[in-house]
C-alpha cells in the first residue's frame, strides 16, 4: 500500500522536490489515511512511505514523512497498528536527496523505522556509519533486528504459501480471468462530455468520418478498430508537421461529417508535455474549433488541461 500517508494531494511530484502537505490533523485522519486504515486491518503486508513534508504530523523543517519517526514509527506503527513491512520510496528521489546526503538519509531512514530501504546510494559508506552510530545507540541495533525478524517472517510466509502445483499459462486463461480483464477495460474508458449524446455514434451507414491521429506512439490497435464499425478515412500528423501540410489537411477535412480526433502518447512526464509539441496542442485545437468532432485522448489524461477548444468538441473520451 503506497505512498504512506497520502500522496493525493500534491502540487510537487517528489521525484523533483519535496511536496509539503498543509492539512490538518483531522483532514489527514478522516481523508489521507483513511484507505490506510482499512488496508491495514484488512492484512494488508507491505507499506511504502512516501517523501512528503507534513507539519501537522512533523514540524522539522524540510524532513520528508519516509525519514520521520513520529511517522514511520509512531503513527504507522504505533498508532495504526501496523506489523507488517515499512518501505522507503526510492531513496535517491529529489524529496530525499535535496535536503539528505544519501549517507545521513539512509541513517535517518532506518531509525525512523523502516524495514526496508528502496534504491539507496552510498550502500558500503551508509552501513559503515551506521555500524559506528550503533556503538553509540543500541537502539539502532534494536531496529535493525526487529527489521531483519519482520524479513524472515516475511520469507517464509512466501515460501509456505507458494504454489506447489507445476505453473502453465492455460492457468492464466480462465474464463473469470478474462471478463474480470474486460471489465477493467470498460472502465478504463471515461466519457467526459457527451453532448447530446452523440456517442455511440448513430447511422454509421450514411456518415462521413474522418479520424486524425496526433502523436508518437502506435495508432494501429485504434484505427483497426474503427474499421470494424464504420468506413473511416485516416490522416495522421507528425510532430514536424509544416503549416502547408496542416492547411491541405484542413481542406480535406472540409468534406467530412465528423472528424474523430485522436491524441496519442505512452509519455507520462509533465516535464516533456507527456509527448506532445506545441505545435501539436496547436494543431489540435484548431480541428477542435473548426470541424465538428470528437475528442479521444489515448495519452496521459491531463494533457487535456491544455487545450483551449475543448468546450468546441461535441464529445470528449479519454482512455488510460
Known sequence: AKHFPGHGDTGTDSHYGLPVITHSLPRLDSLE??????????????????HMNIPALDST??????LSPKIARDLLQT???????VVTDAMNMKGVAEYYSPVEANLRAVKAGNDILLMPHDVEKSINNILLKIKKDSLIAESI????????????????????????????????YIYNRDKL??????????????VPLRRLDTLR???????????????NTLDLFADVDKFSLESSTDTEEVNKLKKHLKGYNLVLLSLHSNSISSNKNFGFSRTD???????????????????????????????DSKAILTVY
Open 33 to 50: 489515511l483513511y484507505p490506510f486504515k482499512s488496508l491495514i486491518n484488512a492484512g494488508v503486508g507491505g507499506v511504502m512511505l512516501a
Open 61 to 66: 523543517p524540510n524532513l520528508p514523512s519516509t
Open 79 to 85: 498508532k495504526l497498528g501496523f506489523d507488517g513491512l
Open 145 to 176: 533486528k526487529a527489521s531483519c525478524y519482520k524479513i524472515l517472517k516475511a520469507k517464509y510466509w512466501a515460501l509456505e504459501n507458494s504454489s506447489k502445483e507445476n505453473f502453465s499459462l492455460d492457468s492464466l486463461h480462465k474464463p473469470e
Open 185 to 198: 477495460l470498460e472502465s478504463a474508458v471515461t466519457v467526459v462530455k457527451n453532448q447530446n449524446d452523440i
Open 209 to 223: 468520418i474522418a479520424a486524425v491521429s496526433i502523436g508518437n506512439s502506435s495508432y494501429k490497435s485504434y484505427r
Open 281 to 311: 496542442v496547436e494543431i489540435a485545437n484548431s480541428i477542435l474549433e473548426e470541424f465538428p468532432s470528437i475528442l479521444i485522448g489515448l495519452s496521459n489524461p491531463y494533457l487535456l488541461k491544455q487545450l483551449s477548444k475543448l468546450n
